[in-house]
Structure formats: C-alpha cells, structure tokens
C-alpha cells in the first residue's frame, strides 16, 4: 500500500509504465490491527482447512495466495497497546499491536514472509522452533545482515512441523523484545496426526514482561529481572479476555514465553496434559496429568484438558507476584504493626499519607487509589463477589453448557445453582474434637488421635 502510494507521488507516468506489474503487486498489503480485544478465529479462505486458533487479546494476519505460496506481510513499527482499559503502553511491535499477528499455515505449506522495518533501529525476524534453510534462521550477524530501517526484507521456507512456535528479532533483542516485538505462529498438521487431536477451543498466546513506571508509557529497556508489569500477550487482568469454552469441548491452550523468567501456570477445576512443546507433539504414552505446568523462558507449552466442570475457573500464574500490576516492591513488610499512631505524625507532614499493610493488603484490592494518570490499575477487576484481588497474568476460563460452538463472546458471570456457594456459617462452630498436633517431618507419631467421625487414612497422615 505505502509503497504503491510512493510510487504513484514520486512517478512520473513512464516510470510507473516501467515497473512491471509483478513488481507491484511484489508485495501483500500489511493489514493493520487497531483493536486490543480478542479477534474472531480466521477461518482459512483458500489453502488447506483446519480449526484455527483464537489468539487471546490478538489476532491473525491475513495472507494471499501467490503461485501456491502463502505470503504474509509484516510490519515492525512503534505501536501504541492498551494493556489495561485506561493504559495505554508505548512499544514496538507489528501491524499496529504488540504482539504481532499469529501466523498460521499448515504443515507442508510454502510460505513468504515480507518483513518491513519501520523501527528507528535495524531489527531481524527469527522463526523460533522452524525447521529452515540456514539463511532464513534471522539472527543478525549470523545468517543475514540486519534490516535497515525502511527497507523490506523476505523470508521464505516450508513449514515443515506441525506445532506452536514463535517469532522475534533477533537483532539488539534486549531491547527489542523489552519493547514487545514478538509473534506466534501456529502449523497445523496436514493429516490426522496419532498424537495431535482434533480440538473444540484453541486458544494461544505468549508471556511478556514489561518495566513501565505509573505515570509513564514507555518501557524501561535495561530492566533485567524486576519488571512491574507481567502480562499475557501485552494485556493485564482485568484487561485479558476469559477463555470460553462449552462444556465438554476439548480445550487446548499453547502458551509461550518470551520474559526473563519461569511462569507456573495454574488452572483450577480440571486437570491438564501437556500435549506439544515447541518441539513438537508430545507422544500420547509420556504425557501425565498436571494442574500447573511450569513454563521456563523461550519454552512453549500446549496444554489440553476437557471443560467438563461448568463455572468461572481461575487461570494463571502461580508467582504471585506475577497476579500484581505496576506495583513497587520496595516496600517494608508491615503484618502485625500498628501504624495509626504513626500515621497521624506522617499526615502533618505528608497529607493524605496512609499506612498500609498493617493485616495484610487486601484492603489494596478495593480502594482503587488514583495513580498518576496513564496507570495500570493495581488489581481491580470486579467479580460477582467483589474486588478480584488479581492482575497482571491472570484470566478466568468460563465454562457454560450449552454454547454455540465457534461462540467465543464473554457469558458473564457463572450463575451457581443454590447451595454451591462457601458461606459464612450460621452459628458458632464446634469444638474442635482433635486439636492439631504439627508432626515433625520423620517423627512417626501413632499415637495421634483420627479425627472423629472421619473416614480417612492413618492418624499420621496429616494434610
Ligand atoms: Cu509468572
């Protein structure tokens, strides 16, 4: 488009005559992502057919057809992402959000990838995981001089294995990928596979990490390790979509990470396998079942589990510090300190000072203090019971009977049947009959009563 649109102002008409036709059609339109929210699934118009995924807070890029190649057109440019409803980041990504489109083909496909560089600074793209000519491997200095900015470089290649992999530069990629320039690609596999099933839901996206002070929008570049800002496709809770499924669909979830660090990722009601690494597909005889599978950096994982239980299911990250938003960590632990003497010498000096954290920070959650402008909020996303006292990666899975299938639209909040809420108990509990005795690690204590009127195992085995 730019560059038909640079030719017809800077041309005259017998220059343009001069440049064949094939030159100008040479390269695909970029098509540019405005939206942050969850784009419907691209089903494929020519090629071969398969399920596509739903790339979580993203979308897929668009392609065409040339000669029986499949040809994309990525641009690598500052973007401006809203991670959160009312915070806008500055980074650097492709075709106007960050993370770039997912590229999706089918195992055996021809592809051509154009790569403009828009950025202030040379960049390359790395096909991570591919099975690839040498030359189309991405790493500057490498296997190719780095591409200048303004000019347009092509790779291409056969996608050769079925799987989730990744894009990024790799190119001044401390910076680059601390500002957001990476990618997934999806190969689906060409036949029936023995061990890749057939799927209801396919969800993906990719663990990022960013270092951005309240107030600000642009990431800190050199920050190693202690990032603010812990996201999932450059979205924090309340600002990621729920994963939506019908109950009884077959979910698969592939997630990659491209932080500085392991995230265990948790999910609550079901039970999951692991089922593909960016290896490939993982055999069906090695697989066990698993509620968190950690994810160390540059891994990807595919996870796959039934939604059979019918509910608002907590999804995330088991740091917890990775469920926070732009929170500073340098702060004094203040359990058990009683500040309100304190507090009120501080408010002569230091209007509207508050001593927080005194019985724990809960009461964070609910205050939602104004930060400077341009703030991520710290976890204020509102559940049917209140304050969510999450953020950053955390997302909710919302299994419903019923659902169309290719219905991927928010259900609301779960609806539970009478009596299957924890509730405050009415009246005053009993006596404890067996009062808890802490057992040593190797101390074997048989004496120890069973509680009563429980059916369980030895009196030793404590919970
Ligand atoms: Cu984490």
């Keep these: 488009m730019f560059n038909r649109r640079s030719l017809l102002a800077g041309s005259t008409l017998a220059s343009l005559a001069a440049v064949s036709k094939a030159a100008l059609a040479s390269l695909p339109e970029p098509v540019i992502q405005t939206s942050p929210d969850t784009q419907a699934p691209l089903v494929p118009p020519n090629g071969r057919p398969y399920n596509p995924v739903v790339t979580l807070n993203g979308w897929t890029a668009p392609w065409r057809m040339t000669d029986g190649v ?43 990838l154009y790569v403009t560089n828009r950025l202030p600074e040379a960049t390359t793209m790395h096909w991570h995981g591919q099975r690839l000519p040498n030359g189309m491997d991405g790493v500057s200095g490498l296997t190719q001089p780095p591409i200048p900015p303004g000019k347009t470089w092509v790779y291409e290649f056969v996608a050769r294995r079925p799987g989730t992999f990744m894009y990024h530069p790799h190119a001044d990629e401390m910076v680059q990928m601390a500002m957001g320039m990476m990618g997934l690609w999806i190969t689906h596999p060409k036949a029936k ?70 995230h265990p990722i948790h999910i609550h009601g079901h039970e999951f396998e692991v089922t593909g690494t960016d290896g490939g597909p993982v055999p069906r005889t090695a697989r066990w079942p698993e509620v968190t599978t950690d994810i ?49 010498k501080i408010r002569k000096l230091v209007p509207g000072y508050m001593a927080m ?61 009478a009596g299957t809420v924890a509730r405050e108990v009415g009246e005053a509990p009993p006596a404890a009959t067996a009062p808890h005795t802490p057992v040593a690690p190797g101390d074997v204590d048989v004496t120890v009563r069973k509680p009563q009127g429980h059916g369980g195992r030895g009196g030793n085995d404590h919970h």
């Excluded at 939604?307 to 740091?319: L, P, Q, S, T, V």
């Excluded at 469920?323 to 702060?331: D, K």
């Excluded at 955390?394 to 609806?415: A, E, I, T």
């Design 70 to 112: 499949k040809e994309f057109h990525l641009v690598a440019e500052p973007v401006v992402r809203e991670m959160a409803p009312g915070f806008k980041a500055h980074l650097w990504g492709y075709n106007g959000q960050s993370p770039g489109p997912t590229i999706e083909v089918v195992e055996g496909d021809r592809v051509r």
């Design 193 to 262: 596979h023995p061990h890749i099933a057939t799927v209801d839901r396919d969800y993906a996206f990719l663990l990022n990490a960013y270092d951005i002070e309240p107030g600000s929008a642009t990431p800190k570049v050199m920050t190693m390790l202690d990032f603010n800002l812990w996201s999932w496709n450059s979205r924090i809770f309340p600002g990621i979509a729920p994963l939506v499924a019908r109950q009884g669909d077959r979910v698969r979830i592939r997630i990659g990470n491209l932080t500085m660090t392991n």
């Design 296 to 344: 160390a950096v540059g891994q990807m994982r595919q996870v796959e589990f039934i939604a059979d239980e019918e509910g608002d299911w907590a999804f995330h990250c088991h740091k917890a510090h990775h469920t926070m938003n732009a929170m500073g960590h340098a702060v004094p632990t203040m359990l058990g300190v009683d500040a309100s003497a304190l507090e009120d």
């Design 357 to 417: 954290g005194h019985a724990g920070m809960h009461e964070m959650t609910e205050m939602h203090m104004a930060g400077p402008a341009n703030t991520a909020p710290m976890m204020a996303g509102d559940g049917p019971f209140g304050a969510i006292g999450m953020g950053g990666m955390f997302s909710v899975l919302k299994v419903r009977h019923g659902l169309k299938r290719g219905d991927y639209s928010d259900p609301g909040w779960f609806q539970h049947p």
